[in-house]
């Protein structure tokens, strides 16, 4: 258990990043050992091949940016699937950074871990809040890399300012691909991260990744929550209720028979 004293909590100037950008980036909140345990612990979830299925709910394919494959690439959820991986979701470390930005207590919402293995294509300008009834407004995402994050493997990258607008589609309950004439292109901040750091960033900013170009795969958790007062813990519904819309979309493509575990 961290200590409070030890705890890193926000300086004015982080908290006003926050505000006028809708992200912060965070250097070196976790330790070298720690990483490393964490990306082992990645490694395993990896050779479990009984969940690695197009047919589990809980897995992503993403097509190769040359389109010649499809690429095992995501567990959503994934805290279930690890105790470390939980731990990490509920660090009191992150857990004070997220108080400090809420002004209260951050409940986790949602939970996934990308692999991005070489040659996965990266995903087109969005925003992650999706006018679902009782979606919470506060959603934000803490992005946490086990890998090196850079433009060679499609790190994330942000377009600040722009979350201060809120949705910048229909709010009709679909995701929607934003325009790229949508945002200033000289604005774009990539999200470049070593394993020890994070990056926040709010469900109204605008972001997306380019493919992975390197040799490596380039692995990164993302840890979604809201505000306390933003409809508490939802967690549990959330994923219901995805787990109902993702086979209601997968039948569209006429995959049936699908599953969860």
């Given at each position: 258990?961290v200590?409070?004293?030890?705890?890193r909590?926000?300086?004015?100037?982080?908290?006003?990043?926050?505000?006028q950008?809708?992200?912060?980036i965070?250097?070196?909140?976790?330790?070298?050992?720690?990483?490393?345990?964490?990306?082992?612990?990645?490694?395993?979830?990896t050779?479990?091949?009984?969940?690695?299925?197009?047919?589990n709910?809980?897995?992503r394919f993403?097509?190769t940016?040359?389109?010649?494959?499809?690429?095992w690439?995501?567990?959503?959820?994934?805290?279930?699937?690890?105790?470390l991986?939980?731990?990490?979701?509920?660090?009191?470390?992150?857990?004070d950074?997220?108080?400090?930005l809420?002004g209260?207590?951050a409940?986790?919402?949602?939970?996934k871990?990308?692999?991005?293995q070489?040659?996965?294509k990266?995903?087109?300008l969005?925003?992650?809040?999706?006018?679902?009834?009782?979606?919470?407004?506060?959603?934000?995402?803490?992005?946490?890399?086990?890998d090196?994050?850079?433009a060679?493997?499609?790190?994330?990258?942000v377009?600040p300012?722009?979350?201060?607008?809120g949705?910048l589609?229909?709010?009709?309950?679909t995701y929607?691909?934003?325009p790229?004439?949508?945002?200033?292109?000289?604005?774009?901040?990539p999200?470049?991260?070593?394993?020890?750091?994070?990056?926040?960033?709010?469900?109204?900013?605008?972001?997306?990744?380019?493919p992975?170009?390197?040799p490596?795969?380039?692995?990164?958790l993302?840890l979604s929550?809201?505000?306390f007062?933003?409809?508490?813990?939802q967690?549990?519904?959330?994923?219901?209720e995805?787990?109902?819309?993702?086979?209601?979309?997968y039948?569209?493509?006429?995959?049936t028979n699908?599953?969860?575990?």
């Amino acid at each position: 258990m961290v200590q409070l004293e030890e705890r890193r909590v926000l300086r004015d100037a982080e908290y006003s990043r926050w505000k006028q950008d809708g992200f912060l980036i965070l250097r070196g909140l976790f330790d070298a050992e720690e990483m490393q345990d964490l990306s082992e612990e990645a490694w395993k979830l990896t050779y479990q091949s009984d969940l690695i299925d197009k047919h589990n709910l809980r897995c992503r394919f993403q097509q190769t940016y040359d389109d010649r494959d499809c690429l095992w690439e995501t567990f959503d959820p994934v805290i279930d699937l690890s105790p470390l991986i939980r731990k990490s979701a509920f660090d009191p470390r992150l857990l004070d950074v997220l108080h400090d930005l809420y002004g209260e207590r951050a409940c986790l919402f949602k939970d996934k871990l990308i692999f991005k293995q070489p040659g996965t294509k990266g995903y087109e300008l969005h925003q992650d809040w999706i006018a679902w009834p009782g979606f919470p407004r506060s959603f934000l995402t803490v992005l946490i890399p086990l890998d090196t994050a850079n433009a060679s493997n499609g790190c994330t990258e942000v377009f600040p300012g722009y979350h201060q607008q809120g949705s910048l589609s229909p709010e009709d309950g679909t995701y929607h691909r934003l325009p790229d004439e949508t945002v200033d292109e000289s604005l774009v901040v990539p999200l470049e991260l070593e394993p020890g750091d994070i990056a926040i960033f709010d469900g109204f900013t605008p972001h997306r990744s380019g493919p992975n170009l390197s040799p490596s795969w380039r692995r990164q958790l993302y840890l979604s929550y809201n505000a306390f007062s933003d409809g508490g813990q939802q967690r549990t519904a959330h994923y219901e209720e995805f787990q109902v819309y993702l086979r209601k979309r997968y039948a569209e493509y006429g995959l049936t028979n699908t599953w969860f575990k």
